[in-house]
């Protein structure tokens, strides 16, 4: 167990889009360990849901991925054929997506989406994918399971669909669970339900989890590890104590700023912004990306920006050598 | 202005509206488009030839010459008095067949129109209404749907009598079940939009929000499906002339061209395969051209 | 919080109720479904009031009614004291505009920025197209817009602008009410600030009075002044933005509260301790419709309605407040599994 499960080396995506090449991600890294939380927070373009169907091999034919390395569990992804991804996915590594109503078919009951992936992955009898389909139903709090099996996608709440979603992940056990905003088209309440389920079945089952969302509050209560993604890049990486207690990058900083915070913003007050939008990734995109809205931008982030590691595990890129040209107080 | 914007002033953000105009991206998708641009030239072509019928004919294409019957077409050995030949009462072939392109034309357009005001309508009131009328409508449009517009269009004409004006009001009042079908259904799409609730609260009244609102998002879909109505009209014209219950003789109809040239089928073929090809290149040019309308227009939906 | 607030009501909702009928399969019988049912609210004037609750709540009918595009099954609607009909759209469009959730689908793909945002001023023929063009360039220059989207259409813009256009469009006829329904949900964290910002800036400009609805907790506890919680077509818990945030009530409210995930890393995922799922509308729960998901449920909550209780700052329905209530010595209620 000293490797660990998941590691990622400079994975790079582009996509072929008319008039040029859209560098969408570039350069990241990044290790999972068995039992982790991975938290990739990001707003929308930051290329945080390619980076999540590039670990899992489903990106388009179009784009092209790659990377010095990638390997799950000693298996090298970037060589990973098609037969290989296949016997990987819905085995291994599982997905969950945002909108449970569009990833299940409508067609077909729980029942037999269910247990699909458990008998094309696994010798077993119907039988045996029955019960597992049950236990599995009870697991994530689901009454009545054996009931619920005949029933299709549309006669269930978003919540229950949700958590059929998570037990399908959990067919067959998977070590790496990659969730790809797996609350924001549930309510408040739901949210927290279902994210307590995700928690407690990671650590029971010692998986390692990614989850993909752009809500700091999901990523502060839920992540071990917390990658920031800006335009492609990871700005900034470290614990989720290290980057919400102690966060470096102007851009997470920023964001941090950007939403109340009962207690301890005041009531009504002016909230921080970062102003101007994500830049244009088309055509070879050097030094700093958050350099067109950061307040903290000088001429030197034009160029090539310097890794910084002000903690163990903690990483940003900035040119600034704390994050800001002079002394801020407390964010 | 006020403290609203202070925080804004300089703000980059503003410096980012480059892209094009949906105008600028549709006309860049048109051009793009081999398919669209193929039955766009082509049936621009045949339309200009239906307009300057009369400069462009050789002959007159009712003029008979009981001399010069059945002349074949210059490249199987005929002259070019007559390129296309003579039909069995030795009328120019390339003359009728260039007035019969008026003929094809005149009832596409006209029949597509009125089928498609009806369909429009009746779709449109459906999809935004809903309950009673579109009970309604749906149960108009099942009704239709339910009678084969051959032969109903066979009885009606035959009752009537066929004439150019019968067939496209005939003709007009059979084809609209696609429109409503499909007017009907963007229309729900739109409905439920934003903008559409945005507008009511707004105090528009329900023909403005219909006029302003609704149809200029559906008027995509109108067009693919008047094309492809208008195909189907021509179509269906030929056949009824072929039947002999469409436009009538001496009418020059390409339809009626064929039907005339099938007692010789067997010993001067091309007296049907001419008039036949060209119907062909007509309908296969509207058809690439309503393909590529839904491509370009819709341009959401494929990447 | 503001010094223009008045107990002088500007928008009044006098208990009403929305009943749809409603058709589950082909040939199931039409049953009614209770969007809104028995409903009272006042909206001062300057005051922002948010309206919280889970989907289905009909938090978003009662949006619709407040703007004339549903009729209230029961009851009536306030504006100034005056009793409104919906034949009075026109005259409650020029009072209360909408801002709604999702900029990407509440602008007209087909029609330019002037177009859009005019579009009120022509409706209502006020001004002639000079002076629509400069109140245009006048409300673009209050959201923040360059005055050169004029002519651009809403496909060229980011959410964040599309969001200022639809604020333009609401603020043009100067409404002194703006129904702003979930009106940052669909934007970046970034962008949310600036709307929201935005939102307060103008709210203190131009006195305007807001009703905010929204799931997001901590957004209406910056946003607003009073807040009133929505279940399933009743508001069960009214009270002043302090009230109701420092002291909370009702069990519902402090269930919604815990599920607010603050960024704040290391203190897990809170338990919500709301058992089941969000109850189906068309047979809502007998005697509290909460009483199923509450963990401080007795067993009169199952049998008898609460009925609302007073309290300073506004009002609670929940048999724990009650205490004329001789109910009150009840076993706890033992709940089903989730």
Redesign the interface.
Known sequence: MNSPLLRVKDLTIDIPVGGGTLNAVRGIDFDLNRGETLCIVGESGSGKSLTSLALMGLLGGRIKRTATQMEFDGIDLTKANNKTMRALRGDRMAMIFQEPMTSLNPAFTIGNQLMEALLLHRNVGKEAARARAIELLEKVGITAAESRLSQYPHQLSGGLRQRVMIAMALMCEPELIIADEPTTALDVTIQAQILRLLVDLGREMNMAMILITHDLGVVARVADKVAVMYAGELVETGSAEQVFNAPMHPYTRGLLRCIPQPGKTERGA?LG?I???VPNLVGGVTGCPFR??CDQAVAACRDAIPHRKPAENHRFRCVHETGHQIAETAV | ?????T???P????E???????GQ?LRKRIFGHQGLMIGVVVLGILVLVAIFAPLLAPHDPYAQSLMARMKPPVFLGGTWEHPLGTDHLGRDYLSRLIYGARVSLLIGLVAATISGVIGTAMGVAAGYFGGKVDAVVTYLINVRLAMPVVLVALAVVAILGGSLQVVIVVLGLLLWDRFAVVMRSSTLQVRG???V????????STP?VLM??IM??IANNLIVVMTLEMAHAILLEAALSFLGLGVQPPTPSWGLMVSEGKNMMLFEPWMVLIPGAVLFVLVLAINLMGDGLRDVTAPENRS | MSTTETNHPVLELRNVSKTYTVKQGMFGKPKPLKAINDVSLSLNRGEVLGLVGESGCGKSTLA?IL???EDPTKGEVRVDGEVIGATD??T???R???I???PY???????SIEDIIS??LR??NIGDSNSQDKAVR?IL??????Q??M???P????G??RQRV?IA?ALI?KPEIVICDEPTSALDVSVQS?IL??LN??R??FNLTYLFISHDLAVVEHLATRVAVMYLGRIVEESSVGGLFDTSGHPYTQALLKSVLTPEAGKGVPDTELGMEYPNPIAPPSGCHFHPRCPMAMTHCASIPPRPVPTPEGHVECHLFDSENDHNTGAPLVREGV
């Open positions: 002016r912004t102003p101007g939008i067109t809205r | 202005m006020s403290d609203a914007t925080n804004m002033t703000d980059p953000m503003l980012a509206i480059v892209g094009p105009t949906p991206m939009r934003e903008y609730a945005a507008a009511k609260a707004v105090g528009c403005r302003s609102e200029p998002n | 619709k703007l004339g595009l759209r026109r409650l469009a020029r209360i505009q909408p709604f959730q999702d689908s509440s602008l007209n793909p087909r029609k579009l009120p409706v209502h006048d220059d209050i959201v923040g817009l360059p050169r989207v002519r651009t259409y496909s060229q813009m980011s964040g602008q639809a469009r006829m600036q910002n935005l800036d103008l203190a400009e």
